[in-house]
């Protein structure tokens, strides 16, 4: 694992640097072969850090979701926290609101399918917006709706499909974390999510101290 992170690591320096073209001439093909890197490279340092049973059920968890869900639905892949499945706004919710829509319960019954094969991983919730303010809804912020949205598939997944509520931690970063920049609509539209993240399960208690600290940041919400 070691001898392949090494590789990967120096394939990336090579790719990155002169030696490989001015980004700016690549062509798409280039790009692509140096996201798919990318991606390669947080799996192999997720992995790295797991006992060789934890990594084989990530790897399987990774596949039968790929396979279940499309890319029209979802984005999975690997990053610091674990294997994260990533759902944007409007596959689960209409605008402002924090109510499931009904096209969401198909994509989330193909998730818990997933999960209900791994019961020993813990989960982690999170609930994204974009850095637009509340105008009309009766959301506090926006962090108040990124709390009430991971909050709303958390109790669907328990109630529905019975996954263990002690497995869960929810999140809501509200627009603390855009993974692009919020300049454009395209770009909000990016930055409004929900995030499953199945966690390594040494990082089950550090992630639910993160929970709690941004709790604690946040205070009380109302509605």
Request: neutral net charge; proline residues 3%; glycine residues 6%.
């Amino acid at each position: 694992m070691r001898r392949s992170v090494s590789g990967l690591l120096g394939i990336m320096f090579l790719v990155t640097t002169g030696c490989a073209m001015n980004f700016a001439k690549r062509s798409p093909w280039d790009i692509q072969q140096l996201a798919q890197l990318s991606d390669q490279l947080e799996q192999f340092k997720t992995l790295a850090r797991l006992n060789a049973d934890e990594a084989e059920q990530l790897r399987q968890a990774k596949a039968l979701l790929e396979q279940r869900l499309s890319d029209g639905e979802a984005a999975i892949g690997y990053d610091e926290r674990g294997l994260v499945t990533r759902l944007l706004d409007q596959v689960l919710f209409d605008s402002g609101k924090a109510q499931l829509r009904r096209s969401a319960f198909p994509v989330l019954d193909k998730v818990a399918k997933v999960l209900q094969g791994f019961p020993n991983q813990p989960i982690g919730i999170e609930g994204h917006t974009d850095n637009q303010p509340i105008k009309h809804s009766s959301w506090a912020d926006n962090r108040a709706l990124s709390v009430a949205r991971a909050n709303a598939v958390a109790d669907y997944l328990i109630e529905t499909h019975g996954i263990d509520r002690a497995r869960i931690t929810t999140i809501g970063y509200g627009e603390d974390r855009p993974i692009t920049s919020n300049d454009a609509a395209a770009g909000r539209q990016h930055n409004r999510r929900v995030e499953l993240v199945i966690l390594p399960q040494e990082s089950a208690q550090s992630y639910h101290a993160e929970a709690n600290r941004v709790s604690q940041q946040a205070g009380a919400y109302s509605k």
